[in-house]
């Protein structure tokens, strides 16, 4: 009813909140989920969101939040698309009294510099990958190849370190191959195709692990024209819970995701307006869960689901 009435006066006034939003781009199925659930969950508690899509560069990224410290915005979400090189502009928004909350990646700064990092374990995730393999391949020697994430991104780092750990000590498994495919599809396929080729047209390839499901999806494509089974001659375990891999999941073309919400905007917002309202700080990291999904799991049926929420 107050936004009601304060918007018959001034649309300026219309909200109680004005945040800024710098987002990283559109790179995968997962983050345009996480954009829309942003914007509805902004538009669900009369939050004006000002919005910035980056196209993958820093240097866009710093230059909203310049802008959004010059609007005098009440706070900032940021999904920042490399752990480093953040502190100066961080402390400028601190300068003004402007909190900033990360959304689901992580920077190497001071946590004295933001309010709260809304993220899940990224090095868990890449471990329950890792075990999920362990166990599946049951000793058998397995050559692995990874398609990494965006260089110098936090999940990038943390799902590659995860993996490691959980395969380490396990000399049936080996890491052949590793390389960014950016989160992309596109690059998913085409580094994947490289993979492939390198490795007696991938009969040397056991299992692909894949940091996003967008890069695993591509790489499936890629499997496929090369003449073999996605899903059973090379395994295929990634990241995000999109709903193509589930699809993939009933084709029996992909075998195992660990799920990752796109609902990040939720928890910041509850974070903030509480800050706001009560001054009840957050703690430093606000943690989502992670959850491990295999063809067992009914995958049409979690599909079906899926959609909808955001995606
Ligand atoms: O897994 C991937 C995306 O930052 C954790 O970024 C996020 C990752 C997500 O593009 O699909």
């Given at each position: 009813a107050?936004?009601?009435?304060?918007?018959?006066?001034s649309?300026?006034?219309?909200?109680?909140?004005?945040?800024?939003?710098?987002?990283?781009?559109?790179?995968?199925?997962?983050?345009?989920?996480?954009?829309?659930?942003?914007?509805?969950?902004?538009?669900?508690?009369?939050i004006?969101?000002?919005?910035?899509?980056?196209?993958q560069?820093?240097?866009?990224?710093?230059?909203?939040?310049?802008?959004f410290i010059?609007?005098?915005?009440?706070?900032?979400?940021?999904?920042?698309?490399?752990?480093t090189?953040?502190?100066?502009?961080?402390?400028?928004?601190?300068?003004?009294d402007?909190?900033v909350?990360?959304l689901?990646?992580k920077?190497?700064?001071s946590?004295?510099?933001?309010?709260?990092?809304?993220t899940?374990d990224?090095?868990?995730e890449g471990?329950?990958?890792?075990?999920?393999?362990?166990?599946t391949v049951a000793?058998?020697?397995?050559?692995?190849?990874?398609l990494?994430?965006?260089?110098?991104?936090?999940?990038?780092?943390?799902?590659?370190?995860?993996?490691e750990?959980a395969?380490?000590?396990?000399?049936?498994l080996?890491?052949v191959?590793?390389?960014?495919?950016?989160?992309?599809?596109?690059?998913g396929?085409?580094v994947?195709?490289?993979?492939?080729?390198?490795?007696?047209?991938?009969?040397?390839?056991?299992?692909?692990y894949?940091?996003?499901?967008?890069m695993?999806?591509?790489?499936?494509?890629?499997?496929?024209?090369?003449?073999?089974?996605?899903g059973?001659?090379?395994?295929?375990?990634s990241?995000?819970?999109?709903?193509?891999?589930?699809?993939?999941?009933?084709?029996?073309?992909?075998?195992?995701?660990?799920?990752?919400?796109p609902?990040?905007?939720?928890?910041?917002?509850d974070?903030?307006?509480?800050?706001?309202k009560d001054?009840?700080?957050?703690?430093?990291?606000?943690?989502?869960?992670?959850?491990?999904y295999?063809?067992a799991d009914?995958?049409m049926k979690?599909?079906?689901?899926?959609?909808?929420?955001?995606?």
């Open positions: 107050t936004i009601l009435a304060a918007s018959m006066f649309a300026a006034s219309a909200a109680d909140l004005t945040v800024g939003f710098s987002q990283i781009g559109s790179e995968s199925g997962w983050r345009a989920a996480e954009t829309t659930l942003t914007k509805q969950q902004a538009e669900e508690r009369g004006d969101l000002k919005f910035a899509d980056a196209q560069k820093q240097e866009n990224q710093i230059k909203a939040l310049r802008s010059a609007q005098g915005v009440d706070a900032i979400l940021m999904a920042p698309v490399v752990a090189g953040w502190d100066e502009v961080l402390q400028e928004a601190k300068d003004a402007i909190p909350i990360l689901d990646r920077v190497d700064a946590d004295d510099l933001y309010l709260t990092a809304v899940s990224t090095v868990h471990k329950v990958a890792g075990q999920w393999l362990v166990d000793g058998k020697p397995c050559n692995v190849v990874e990494q994430g965006t260089t110098g991104s936090s999940p990038a780092i943390d799902r590659k370190k995860g993996f750990e395969i380490a000590g396990h000399d049936n080996k890491i191959r590793s390389q960014t495919g950016d989160f992309t599809r596109t690059k396929k085409e994947m195709e490289s993979f492939l080729k390198a490795e007696d047209g991938g009969k040397n390839i056991c299992a692909l894949a940091h996003n499901d967008d695993a999806v591509g790489a499936i494509q890629a499997i496929k024209e090369a003449g073999l089974k996605p059973k001659d090379i395994l295929v375990v990241i995000d819970s999109v709903p193509d891999i589930f699809q993939a999941m009933a084709a029996g073309e992909a075998n195992a995701t660990v799920e990752l919400t609902n990040m905007a939720g928890p910041a917002f974070a903030l307006e509480a800050y706001r001054g009840k700080v957050p703690p430093k990291w606000i943690q989502t869960e992670s959850k491990l295999t063809q009914d995958p979690v599909y079906e689901a899926k959609k909808g929420l955001g995606y």
